[in-house]
């Protein structure tokens, strides 16, 4: 059974840095794309960063393009998203989501058969 585990989340302020990460157990980590997700209280869960399975191609929202960079270690099983120059309205739960399809641009969630349970990412103005 695959798990991916989101970590690196937490408290920072507006202009400042954190990376996240995802592990991902329990399948062959390079046969997955993996997508990074965020959501709000009440919002949709909304897509922010997508990789390919070898990790040579890579999509961002338009929102978070030239902030966020997202790679993968496919020696340890997991996925980063490094995030500067964060703003307030970056606060949200953080997901990644990982799937076996064969392409590289997956930014809609119900394309991802297995989720990460979040990490919360807080930006203080």
């Known amino acids: 059974q695959v798990q991916l585990v989101e970590s690196g989340g937490g408290l920072v302020q507006a202009g400042g840095s954190l990376r996240l990460s995802c592990a991902v157990s329990?399948?062959?980590?390079?046969?997955?794309?993996v997508g990074w997700f965020r959501q709000v209280p009440g919002e949709e869960r909304e897509f922010v960063a997508t990789?390919?399975?070898?990790?040579?191609?890579?999509y961002y929202d338009d929102s978070v393009k030239g902030r966020f960079t997202i790679s993968r270690d496919n020696t340890k099983n997991t996925v980063f998203l490094q995030m500067n120059s964060l703003k307030p309205d970056d606060a949200a739960v953080y997901y990644c989501?990982?799937?076996?399809?064969?392409?590289?641009?997956?930014?809609?969630?119900?394309?991802?058969?297995?989720w990460g349970r979040g990490t919360r990412v807080t930006v203080s103005s």
């Open positions: 989501a990982a799937t076996l399809d064969a392409g590289s641009y997956y930014p809609y969630s119900y394309e991802y058969e297995h």
């Open positions: 329990g399948g062959t980590f390079s046969a997955y794309a």
């Open positions: 990789i390919s399975r070898s990790g040579a191609i890579t």
